[in-house]
C-alpha cells in the first residue's frame, strides 16, 4: 500500500493497511483506553509501516483542540448543499472530527460574521461555498486556519477548491436540446457575478457557437434567485411573440420554477437544466439534467481540509490544489422537436 503522491500517509491510509476506521486510529493515537491492545498494536504496526507521523489533527486533539472544523453554505433549503454538507460530515467522521453548519442565504453580508465566528469558536478548519466574489474576509481566516472553497473558485486566495465542470455540463446539455432540432432555447440563469452563472451560461453559449446559430439575446434571463424568480420569467418567455421552443435552467429551484410555468400556461417544451432533482423522471416532461455527485464534493473538499490539517507546521508550504467533479447528462421522456404546445410523445 502507498500513500496518495504529493504527500505523505494519511490517518486514513493507516486506517486501511490496520482494517479499521480513521477515527479508531484517531483514537489509538490519542491513548484511548476502549481501543483493544490488538487493535492498538494493528494500528501502531500501520504506523510503523507506512512511516505515518503523528500529524497536526492528532497533536491538536491531544493537546484539548475543538476537534471541530467548519463549514459555510449559502442555501440549506437547496438539496444541493444538504448533499454537501453530509459528504464533508462523511469524512470529517472518519477522521474524528465535527462539523459546525453554517448558512449565509446567499448574503454575502453575512458571511465576514459567520466566518469569525466560527474562528472563535477555534474550529480546526473552514470549508466554504463563497456567496460573493469579495474574499477579503477569508484571506483573514487563512491566517489562523486553513480554508477550502466549493463550488465556487477562489478571488484572489491561493487555496485549495473543489469545482463542478459546469461549463462542460451546460455546453453538453444544451447540444442535446440543438441536436433535438431546437433553434430558440431561452437561457434562465442564476446572478451573472457568480462563478456557476457565468461557466454555464458560457457553456450554453459555446454548444450554440459550435452547430453555428447564435443565441437570441430576448430570451436570456439572468438574476434568479430562486423558484418563484424562475416561474415569472419564464411566463414572461412564453408571453413573448416570439418564444422559446426550449428551456435551459442553471440549477434545480430554476428548473423547478421553469416547470411549473409551462404547467400553469399548459404548455409542453423540452427542459434542460443543471442539477437532477426528486422526482425528475416521472414528471412526463423532457428533461435533459446535468448530474454530478454533490456528496462527493463535500467528500472532496473535506480531504483536502484534513490533508491541510495533518501537514506538519515546519513542512514547506504545498500549491493549492483543485479538484473538479465530473458531470454527465441524463435524460427523461421523448424529445419534442416541433415546437411549444406540443405534449411529448405517450402523453
Not at 143 to 154: E, I, Q, S, T
Not at 187 to 205: C, H, Q, S
Amino acid at each position: 500500500m502507498t500513500a496518495r503522491r504529493g504527500s505523505g500517509p494519511t490517518m486514513h491510509d493507516v486506517g486501511k493497511l490496520a482494517q479499521v476506521s480513521a477515527m479508531t486510529v484517531s483514537r489509538v493515537l490519542k491513548n484511548d483506553p476502549g481501543v483493544s491492545e490488538a487493535t492498538r498494536e494493528r494500528v501502531f504496526a500501520a504506523v510503523d509501516r507506512l512511516g505515518y507521523r503523528r500529524n497536526q489533527t492528532a497533536r491538536s486533539l491531544r493537546l484539548g483542540g475543538s476537534g471541530m472544523i467548519g463549514l459555510v453554505v449559502t442555501n440549506l433549503a437547496n438539496p444541493f448543499y444538504s448533499r454537501l454538507a453530509l459528504g464533508v460530515q462523511e469524512v470529517a467522521t472518519e477522521y474524528g472530527l465535527r462539523v459546525l453548519l453554517s448558512n449565509s442565504g446567499e448574503r454575502a453580508d453575512r458571511e465576514p460574521g459567520l466566518i469569525d465566528g466560527l474562528v472563535d469558536h477555534q474550529v480546526e478548519g473552514l470549508i466554504v461555498v463563497p456567496a460573493g466574489s469579495r474574499q477579503q474576509h477569508l484571506a483573514r481566516a487563512m491566517r489562523h486556519v486553513p480554508v477550502v472553497l466549493a463550488a465556487r473558485p477562489p478571488a484572489g486566495l491561493d487555496t485549495d477548491c473543489v469545482l463542478v465542470e459546469d461549463f462542460h455540463g451546460a455546453r453538453e446539455a444544451t447540444a442535446c436540446l440543438l441536436a433535438d432540432g431546437q433553434t430558440r432555447i431561452a437561457f434562465l440563469g442564476n446572478p451573472p457575478a457568480l462563478y456557476t452563472g457565468a461557466e454555464r451560461l458560457r457553456g450554453f453559449w459555446a454548444a450554440h457557437e459550435e452547430v453555428g446559430i447564435e443565441p437570441d439575446n430576448a430570451l436570456i434571463r439572468q438574476g434568479l434567485v430562486d423558484a418563484a424568480t424562475a416561474e415569472r420569467a419564464t411566463l414572461d418567455l412564453l408571453g413573448l411573440d416570439e418564444p422559446p421552443t426550449a428551456l435551459f435552467c442553471t440549477n434545480n429551484r430554476i428548473s423547478q420554477g421553469a416547470i411549473r410555468a409551462l404547467y400553469k400556461s399548459g404548455t409542453t417544451l423540452p427542459v434542460a437544466g443543471f442539477d437532477d432533482f426528486d422526482l425528475s423522471d416521472v414528471l412526463g416532461l423532457p428533461l435533459t439534467l446535468v448530474s454530478y455527485d454533490a456528496d462527493e464534493i463535500g467528500r472532496q473538499a473535506a480531504r483536502l481540509l484534513i490533508d491541510r490539517l495533518e501537514q506538519d507546521d515546519d513542512a514547506a508550504p504545498r500549491a493549492s490544489r483543485r479538484v473538479t467533479v465530473p458531470t454527465r447528462v441524463v435524460r427523461h421522456g421523448a424529445p419534442v422537436a416541433d415546437g411549444p404546445g406540443h405534449p411529448p410523445t405517450g402523453a
